[in-house]
């Protein structure tokens, strides 16, 4: 799950990047709808947190604008506007959720996996593939009951695969997926990561076929 956040402030932006990483999900941060607008027409994310009072054009703004557009991207708002008419316009500006100010991390945390599982339309934090099972909670996978010993990037791209059943997924695409705006990488990173996961899942149903001159697919073999 890679996600944008939207805010001015830097002690609370950086806190809240710092705690995402250490979940193991890739969040990138920007300070002012300008650059926001401008990432969400460059990169791929999964979902938007986003502030309502920012410098220049408002949260409220970006927010009527995507959804004008038809971008239907989740957006969590994060604001200490706590009023009634705040909350409402939110929501009827098109956002998905909203959280006031303060907040606890833990919550901000399962707020945005409730709405990842919404845009997938699942209930559960469970991803069942054959005698595969993955929990976006614990980010933990099984096999057959027994318990994965995983990487932080493992894990990451064992759920993007996970997302991404039957479609062919290019390094251009896991890289996006995978690294925020201030990590670097290389192809072989990649390549080496996913010989570590395959190890990993050489005992499940879910196969990661490599389409020469293409990039990856994951496939569950029933």
């Known amino acids: 799950m890679r996600m944008l ?7 609370l932006a950086q806190s809240i990047q710092v705690y995402f990483h250490n979940e193991g999900h890739p969040l990138d941060w920007v ?14 994310f999964d979902l938007l947190i986003l502030d309502i ?25 994060l604001t200490a506007r706590t009023e009634i008419d705040d909350r ?9 959720d909203y959280l006031a100010k303060p907040f606890d991390f ?18 559960s934090n469970d991803i069942l593939c054959g005698n595969l099972v ?26 993007l695969f996970l997302k991404n059943l039957d ?14 705006f201030n990590e670097a990488y290389t192809p072989n990173a990649i390549e080496q990561t996913l010989t570590r996961l395959r190890k990993q899942l050489a005992n499940s149903s879910l ?9 990856y697919l994951a496939h569950v073999d029933d």
């Open 53 to 77: 009072n920012l410098p220049g054009a408002s949260g409220f703004q970006l927010l009527q604008s995507l959804r004008a557009n038809g971008n239907r991207i989740p957006v969590l708002v």
């Open 207 to 215: 196969i990661i076929k490599t389409i020469r001159g293409l990039g």
């Open 134 to 159: 993955y929990d976006l909670a614990t980010h933990s996978a099984k096999v057959n009951g027994r318990l994965l010993e995983l990487r932080q990037r493992e894990r990451q791209l064992l759920e």
């Open 88 to 96: 409402v316009s939110a929501l009827d500006f098109g956002a998905d």
């Open 5 to 11: 956040l939207i805010e001015d402030s830097d002690s």
């Open 167 to 180: 479609r062919v997924l290019t390094k251009d695409d896991i890289s996006n997926r995978l690294y925020d």
């Open 106 to 123: 833990r919550e901000l945390a399962a707020r945005c996996r409730a709405l990842y599982r919404r845009e997938r339309g699942k209930a």
């Open 31 to 44: 300070n002012s709808v300008e650059k926001a607008r401008s990432s969400v027409s460059l990169e791929s």
